[in-house]
């Protein structure tokens, strides 16, 4: 792809209108290998990041958490607390930054929205009948206009795994098109519940099936199936938007989401960022954690860092 | 920017004496010249080693005849493993100073040393370890017997793992070993002789002698022992073979190599590009089955090559103790002097040279990770091996085309295949002239798995049941 990407500039973005043009270049990538792909995942993560670098690394990961609770049990008083945590995640501490964006479910927003206007901190919502997205196509867009409405600027949307595990790439394609619309000026993070898609090749299509349909991030999870994010996967994924980047011009964000819970993992996956495609991804506008006890590791080894002893779990807040 | 903080590996868990003499009969020798071996990274002196001499080597040949026909020769099998279980544990528990010194003496990078070679060498043990008391099941005859006294002589790229292939095959058939390390890595075989001392290994069981060629010659040319087992350069290989001839000696060779790793279109391009750096910059390319030659295929040739660069250019050149480092030092000025020439030779016969950016340091023997596209068969860096992290790329338009340029070399130690394809590995791999052949993946080892050449790259082989033979009166 990369070495034609001149001539296929002009060509991707008319993939779209046909089920046979879409299908015949999806089938077209690259093949992914599964042992070679984990191989290198593994290998990734024996990077030793230490001292500076440790420190670099964990204020970066606090910038890129999206704090997450999508619980049935979500109140406004719950999602609040957790908006002004995002806000100032160590109260002790006013040098360490914010996170990068609150995540709930569109009922909530509303309640987010007030404490975090005018911070900078980003404000996303699951919609499209989160998280298995078996609901009809107008209502998944209602959802996401009312999101939008009360205030969201990010979308996390799932897509349809029905229609694509049953080759239905059009459909798939058009409801991303349709939802990327519906969101006006919202970004768009395209879930693609890579638990579900199962091979890596499927994760590969389905990323840039994401892409060329408009998505401005591609997320790994909902976090709400027993397989969230991997590394081999998010590997694949920041793979296919180096390649989408090559081919296409536009620089496309990642998001792994579930799973990911002490300091240890956010910085196997900074390696990964940053020796698969670099450090134009290294930045909380293209790439995210989707997680929610992470930022309180992550919190912990800072003040480890910066004080040289472990402070106990009760001072730090839990929210 | 996210730049790694220095994560050096700690090297006060190596414990060097400033002197070493030889192991002869269980015990450490001092001997009269001594040499000293260093640092590659840094060219500081580590130790002293004692170079032996003919009547050195006399000695240690005695002893493992006299260990031979009075301990270990009529030992029962089941009791020779309970020494190889053990020295096997041994190296798993002192994996740590093992992977340090070899770091050390050899300059490879400590990520190599601590998760390749150390897991491989225990795994060596362990497995010969188990066929110890089950040779008459291991498919040569009822009551397959031991030949005597082995004479082993193994090369600088992997010393510690190159002794387990060779001694644990030995000692689990019953024979007696003298064996030479190199003379710019004999540290951790030392430390190793340690280890047979610790595990209350009979004497004279395990002898090492240290020294440069002289040395070898005369452990080979020796007329007390039965075997010569060998792993280096053709040439030495074939004065070997020379010398041998016409004696009793029975002979296995592991020599040189020139691997073709073919990419295929239909290749998984992403890890392609990672079997192709593994294949070639592993161990800063001193690997005799390394794929210094990429075939690629015409249509693909382009996109290959970028991602290629591009992953190049994510290669960490430099201390091998740490842990972030994946390429590390050329393993003495002679080898780098070497690779220099060969470069040289590629650059003046016409094909274009590319390294990624990147600062070498300043003491110590370096060379940056290189390709040269535009090369034909007739370029020397397409012919010779260079032993060292330099990557010819050649293209081809057809299978056969393919299969053709890659059995195109004297040597046929292994090759490498990429493509989604289950039929044209298959195809492929009925028509290479290699002793081992991976499908996507490269450099690959297993201790079940047999290793070995075609053509110049040597006879015999090491690893699996098939690596028993050689030690075997069969």
């Not at chain 1, 595990?165 to 098109?177: C, N, S």
């Amino acid at each position: 792809m990369t070495a034609t990407a001149t001539s296929a500039r002009s060509d991707l973005s008319e993939l779209g209108r046909s089920e046979t043009a879409l299908r015949t270049f999806l089938h077209g990538l690259p093949g992914v290998d599964q042992v070679g792909a984990e191989q290198r995942a593994a290998q990734l993560g024996t990077r030793s990041i230490k001292t500076t670098a440790k420190a670099q690394a964990i204020d970066l990961a606090i910038r890129m958490v999206d704090l997450t609770t999508l619980e049935g049990a979500d109140t406004p008083g719950k999602v609040r607390a957790l908006a002004a945590k995002a806000l100032r995640p160590d109260p002790a501490d006013p040098s360490c930054p914010h996170v990068g964006a609150v995540c709930v479910y569109p009922a909530m927003v509303p309640y987010v929205a007030e404490v975090l206007a005018g911070s900078g901190v980003h404000l996303a919502s699951v919609a499209t009948a989160f998280p298995s997205g078996q609901a009809p196509l107008e209502v998944k867009l209602a959802d996401v206009r009312a999101a939008v409405a009360a205030g969201a600027d990010e979308i996390d949307m799932v897509i349809n795994r029905g229609a694509f595990l049953a080759g239905r790439y059009g459909e798939v394609y058009d409801e991303i098109v349709a939802t990327k619309q519906a969101c006006g000026d919202a970004h768009l993070k395209v879930i693609l519940e890579t638990g579900e898609l199962a091979t890596y090749d499927n994760v590969r299509r389905a990323s840039w099936l994401g892409m060329l349909a408009g998505g401005d991030f591609i997320k790994t999870s909902t976090g709400k199936v027993p397989v969230a994010a991997t590394l081999p996967v998010t590997l694949v994924m920041l793979e296919a938007v180096r390649d989408f980047r090559a081919a296409t011009g536009r620089q496309v964000g990642v998001k792994p989401a579930g799973g990911i819970k002490t300091t240890k993992d956010a910085i196997k996956y900074l390696v990964m960022v940053n020796e698969t495609v670099g450090a134009d991804w290294l930045d909380p506008d293209w790439f995210r954690f989707g997680a929610s006890s992470l930022l309180n590791d992550l919190l912990m080894q800072r003040t480890k860092l910066t004080t040289g002893v472990y402070a106990g779990p009760d001072y730090f807040t839990l929210d | 920017m996210f730049e790694y903080a220095p994560a050096p590996e700690s090297r006060a868990i190596v414990d060097l004496r400033p002197s070493y003499g030889l192991f002869i009969d269980g015990e450490f020798v001092d001997g009269e010249d001594l040499h000293k071996t260093i640092n590659p990274a840094t060219e500081e002196v580590l130790a002293e080693v004692t170079w032996a001499g003919e009547a050195d080597v006399d000695r240690a040949v005695r002893a493992a005849r006299t260990a031979y026909e009075q301990v270990w020769g009529p030992m029962p099998g089941r009791d020779r493993a309970k020494y190889l279980f053990r020295i096997a544990r041994l190296v798993q528990e002192r994996s740590r100073e093992l992977a340090v010194l070899e770091s050390l003496d050899n300059g490879k990078p400590i990520r190599e040393s601590r998760d390749v070679d150390l897991p491989l060498v225990a795994a060596h043990f362990f497995y010969y370890a188990g066929w110890a008391d089950k040779l008459p099941y291991a498919g040569f005859g009822p009551d397959p017997k031991p030949l005597g006294v082995a004479a082993q002589v193994i090369p600088w790229n992997f010393p510690l793992l190159m002794l387990a292939w060779k001694i644990a095959p030995a000692l689990a058939a019953g024979n007696t070993v003298v064996l030479k390390p190199a003379e710019t890595t004999p540290l951790t075989a030392l430390l190793f002789a340690e280890i047979c001392q610790q595990a209350d290994l009979p004497a004279g069981v395990v002898n090492i002698v240290t020294g440069a060629g002289d040395t070898g010659r005369a452990l080979v040319e020796h007329p007390g022992v039965d075997k010569v087992a060998f792993t280096g350069s053709t040439e030495v290989g074939k004065a070997i073979a020379r010398a041998v001839a016409g004696t009793r000696k029975k002979l296995t060779l592991e020599l040189g190599g020139k691997a073709a790793n073919i990419v295929y279109d239909d290749a998984p391009i992403d890890q392609a590009v990672e079997g192709i750096v593994n294949g070639i910059f592993f161990n800063q390319g001193h690997v005799c089955c390394a794929g210094s030659r990429l075939l690629v295929q015409e249509s693909v040739a382009g996109e290959v090559l970028e991602s290629l660069k591009r992953r190049m250019a994510r290669l960490r050149v430099g201390d091998p103790l740490d842990k972030n480092t994946d390429v590390g030092a050329i393993n003495s000025a002679d080898q780098l002097a070497r690779i220099r020439e060969l470069s040289d030779a590629g650059s003046a016969e016409g094909a274009q040279r590319w390294s990624p950016p990147c600062e070498l340091p300043e003491r110590g023997f370096w060379f940056a990770p290189t390709i040269f596209t535009g090369v034909t068969q007739a370029h020397r860096v397409a012919r010779e091996e260079i032993f060292g992290p330099v990557l010819s790329v050649l293209t081809f338009r057809t299978p056969a085309e393919a299969v053709e340029k890659a059995n195109n070399t004297p040597y046929g130690l292994s090759a490498g295949i990429w493509t989604d394809k289950g039929s044209r590995i298959l195809w492929t791999a009925d028509r290479l002239r290699a002793g081992v052949v991976w499908a996507n993946t490269f450099n690959k080892f297993d201790p079940t798995s047999p290793f070995g050449g075609y053509k110049e790259s040597g006879y015999g082989r090491e690893g699996g049941r098939h690596g028993l033979e050689g030690y075997l009166n069969v």
